[in-house]
């Protein structure tokens, strides 16, 4: 059997790793570096909490291959289970939090809640004014500038082709499966995974499968290096969608942050993402009452990236439900850090055996059939 794998990010290099794994002869196409697109953007959370509870089941997948990463990749990519807490600043914060800690449980996800004195004891200089917060022990964070390219220099390692600087053109189906042009040639396979994050849509429109799905760029920002305290990454619990925010400190001192601003959207062509520094002092209002100590730190870059949101905020993951052969990995809709390595080894084994036993079905494409109001969003 063999595979194209179209995008390199992430999810497309976890997956060309895991296909390659199963003895899929594969190929992965990118049409710049791999992993510049938003997977290099991201804040690098690696959390389960707040994630829609059906998709915890893949959110466990990954978590665990997270914890192998060093050893199955060969390379550090600065996964750390530092924990993660989240913060709430009101009631009705505490409810939805409470909410969520009981109908977690049952999905095999356990969070601790803590009271104020046990925030200010054990997280010292976090959330002075919180009510509450929940705390993940084994989540925390890696390094988005490593392991899309950690994922395939391992893919290439066991005889994956990885082909970069390769913007796919034409699509066409042969009698085999498909055939992919390119500046580096043209690449043909039984099987086609599209992997093309914001453009994702693009490419299953050409199929006939119509995704809701809208280009937008979270800004994200660092501070000065700063003496060393913050363990856990830290987000926030807000009630009714308010502005929320998350930060946390990387092993140099440096303060990452991001949130607590609206995301603005991105043109696809391009599709390079800018942040806006007006907006900074907005963001920093919100992030200061998870840790004052912001107040008075420089900030010294502030960045974004093209990421596809999906109207109902889940990704499309599963088979085409119009082509054969064709499977679906896109649109993660600011959440894909976390799935990424269980995304790659749940498609690869799809597409490998034709089953697995992680359920996708609220991701599948054609939840937006009959929508006549479904675009593939610009
Ligand atoms: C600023 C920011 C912060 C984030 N923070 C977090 C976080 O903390 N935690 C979390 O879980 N998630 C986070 N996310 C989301 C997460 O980064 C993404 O969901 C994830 O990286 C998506 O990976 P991907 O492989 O689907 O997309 P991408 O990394 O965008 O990869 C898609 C690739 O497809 C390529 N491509 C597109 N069209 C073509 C073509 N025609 N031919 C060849 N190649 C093509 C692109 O060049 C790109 O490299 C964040 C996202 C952003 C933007």
């Not at 390659?20 to 196409?29: F, P, S």
């Not at 053109?169 to 992919?180: D, L, P, Q, S, W």
């Not at 991105?266 to 209002?285: E, W």
Request: aromatic share 8%.
């Amino acid at each position: 059997m063999d595979a194209i794998v179209l995008g390199g990010g992430l999810m497309g290099s976890a997956a060309a790793y895991f296909l390659a794994r199963r003895g899929v002869k594969t190929t992965l196409i990118e049409r710049g570096r791999v992993g510049t697109g938003a997977t290099i953007a991201s804040f690098g959370n690696i959390r389960r909490t707040g994630r829609y509870l059906p998709q915890l089941p893949l959110a466990h997948r990954s978590r665990a291959l997270w914890g192998e990463a060093e050893k199955m990749l060969g390379r550090d990519v600065e996964f750390r289970a530092t924990g993660h807490v989240r913060l709430a600043f009101d009631q009705a914060a505490v409810a939805d939090m409470r909410r969520y800690i009981e109908a977690a449980r049952p999905w095999g996800l356990d969070l601790e809640e803590l009271g104020p004195r046990e925030i200010g004891g054990r997280f010292p200089g976090l959330g002075p004014e919180a009510l509450g917060a929940s705390f993940s022990p084994r989540d925390g964070c890696g390094n988005p500038r490593l392991i899309a390219t950690a994922f395939a220099d391992a893919a290439r390692r066991l005889g994956a082709t990885i082909v970069e600087e390769a913007p796919a053109g034409e699509i066409g189906r042969t009698g085999a499966g498909f055939e992919v042009s390119t500046p580096k040639g043209t690449f043909a396979a039984e099987c086609l995974l599209n992997t093309a994050g914001a453009w994702g849509g693009r490419l299953a429109a050409n199929f006939g499968e119509a995704v809701p799905i809208f280009p937008n760029g979270p800004q994200m920002g660092v501070t000065e290096p700063l003496p060393h305290r913050v363990l856990p990454v830290v987000g926030m619990w807000v009630h009714g969608g308010g502005p929320d925010g998350y930060l946390r400190q990387v092993e140099r001192g440096n303060i990452v942050f991001g949130g607590g601003v609206e995301r603005v959207a991105v043109d696809l062509d391009p599709g390079f993402a800018k942040p806006d520094p007006a907006r900074l002092p907005v963001q920093l209002r919100v992030l200061v009452r998870l840790l004052p100590a912001l107040a008075t730190a420089s900030v010294i870059r502030t960045w974004s990236g093209c990421e596809g949101y999906v109207a109902d905020k889940l990704p499309v993951m599963g088979a085409s439900a119009t082509t054969p052969g064709l499977f679906h990995a896109f649109g993660f809709s600011g959440h894909g850090f976390q799935l990424g390595p269980g995304v790659g080894d749940v498609m690869a084994e799809l597409i490998a055996t034709g089953h697995t036993d992680t359920p996708l079905a609220d991701f599948r494409i054609d939840r937006f059939a009959g929508n006549a109001a479904s675009v593939n969003g610009g």
